[in-house]
């Protein structure tokens, strides 16, 4: 691509509407110091993080667990 950057590939599994809202509505109850398993898009694959929310910033749509940040739209599943 002109830019550089490599095109990210289609998801594997895109949320429907349903498991967004749900998804969105267990977003809003983590806080930080909660412990958490994020299941997220990362390139071309989905990993899965655990451990302590280090910082959750509604505002930029981001959460940091332990070092890991991951932007709200790459997440599939978060269990508290």
Known sequence: SPSGRIPRRPRIHEL?????LALSRTIMQV???DLVRVTYYDWDTYRTVSGIVARIDFAFRRIQVVKTVIGFDDILAIKR
């Open 31 to 33: 806080k930080k110091g």
């Open 16 to 20: 429907t509407d349903e498991e967004a």
